[in-house]
């Protein structure tokens, strides 16, 4: 069912963005020479950058895939941000009082200085393929889940999203989003906190705040430490402190959409005060959403689920000829809500072993119909999905007379993995769509505009670091640097205008031809594991190795990059077993030690 807004949402949303995007071309119009367009014209305080930082990779992706992670998983993503404090201090310590000496607009500049200009190229464009496809996801992934629960065109929202970035992004700038970003995190948190407070107030009265954690720790819900190797859980202590480590240096300390927020900084010590803000408080925050995601699964022990959050693909499969079956799993869904809501009311009372127990059971049962309507779905929607199971059925069928037999267990194999597929798709995956759905179906009128705010505006500043560095960089770093002659300052900001201009229209293009099959917010860390290892290395040569030569880098660069891609999908055919976050050491590490050999090798060749 497509939900209607009311008149309020409606002004309450349209307000507070068309507040915010006049509020930033208002702010900031008139930018006369590089360093202000670029820099924001080095102004900026400390809180300002460290909520800029924030708001820059809190996207839209974080309020709608995070409390989706959490209603599905629990607490356990929290330990995917532990490195993160540790990442802010050694980028003080060590990256910005290099920036700051060096005067650069750009991270890559620093690479040409220390090796040369086809390093800083390469990495440059390392930073524009993997930032460029993120840019266009930050915008996709709201305009799919609400083209998907309010009925409106994908396209549509696509545009408008990318069109009101690029209003004030082009017009100011590196400070226009700053500026716009401190008034959206503003937003974020009133609207997150409003959920809260909302959502523990639509649990039964009986139910204290401290019963409804109780209830969702008896479920595995409140599990936040995993210290176990097992590769097959991509979050862990381990992970989260080593993966996570590398992935938030590289991400913080390379990636110009970060060092851009903070190089607009009045002075060195604003712009360290700036990230150790961050450290502190981004911990806290992703706890604080995912306990959002948490509470919204506590409601649901009270008040009935729907069995998938898709509404149209709900409606897809019961119109199939799998409708019955379908049927089946919601009567058997809402035999089970019974008995949920009575172990839960019992169990806030009584915090016993027995009850304890059963709470889990009747929660893994319930994931078990989840995933069985997934896969229906799968089937109903996907033609070609549904003749390759029945094959590999049949397949396994006339095989049974010899169980032990390694065809058997081959094709057995094969058969739970297409099934498990199921869960991946767009039109099934819903641990996405959860907490949109939620907000539609529960929560007040005025409140649910509020929160549809949030998304769109996380989902603009996010987008508008983004293409505002991709512009700088493609600005700066290839189009500047390779002029044979002096421009002058209005041409350079002209240019970069136009460049801004650019890659949102890529953006949206971008978000127009995207198709997700992950749960996004992994999606896009994802996407930044592949490249960010690599680049951080890169980096931690120019600081730490001093007779490491440009040559040496840049070979080892690009048979890095090359490397990491064959990793990533021989763990994505499950040739391999290798959570992502694991790219981010195995890069970085690779890039140093492939310069050192070629170094080594070819001293007198790779002294460029």
Known sequence: MQQTLDWIDWTV?????????GYGTWKTRGSKNVQEYVRGGNSSKWWTIGLSVMATQASAITFLSTTGQAFSDGMGFVQFYFGLPIAMVIICLVFIPLYHRLKVYTAYEFLENRFDLKTRTLTAILFLIQRGLA????????????????????????????????????????????VTQKQQMFVIFAGMIAALVIIIGLIPDEVSFT??????GATGKMQVLDFSFDLNNRYTVWTGFIGGTFLMLSYFGTDQSQVQRYLSGKS?????????????????MQFFILLVGVMVFVFYQFNPAPLNFIDASTQTVLASEYGEEYKLLQ??????????QRLSLAYAKDNNEDLRSELFTVDSLEKTYRSESKFLIKKAIDPEYRNEYKKLQEEVETLKSDTSSATYKEKSAELNMLYKDAAKDTQTNDRDYMFIRFILN?????LIGLLL??????????TASEI????????????????????GEAHMVNITKWFTFGWGIVAIIIACFANLAENLIQLVNIIGSIFYGNVLGIFLLAFFFKKIRGNAVFIGALITQVFIIVLYFLDNFEIINLPYLWLNLIGCLIVIIIAHILQFMTPNKVKA
């Open 453 to 462: 705010a949030v998304i769109l505006s996380a989902a603009m500043s996010s």
């Open 442 to 446: 529960h929560l007040p009128v005025g």
């Open 135 to 178: 840019a266009g996801i930050t915008i996709f992934a709201p305009a799919i889940i609400l083209s998907v629960v309010l009925g409106w065109n994908i396209i549509t929202l696509n545009i408008i999203i990318g069109v009101l970035v690029i209003i004030y992004t082009v017009s100011g700038g590196t400070k226009a989003v700053t």
């Open 268 to 284: 060195m010590k604003e712009m360290q005060m700036g990230l150790l803000f961050n450290g502190l408080l981004k911990v806290p």
């Open 468 to 487: 505002n560095a991709l512009a700088t960089i493609t600005s700066i770093d290839l189009y500047g640097r390779n002029l044979k002659e002096d421009k």
């Open 331 to 340: 009567e058997k869904q809402a035999e089970l809500f019974g008995t949920k």
């Open 13 to 21: 949303l349209i307000a507070t963005l068309v507040t915010i995007v």
């Open 211 to 216: 019963d409804a954690i109780d209830i969702a």
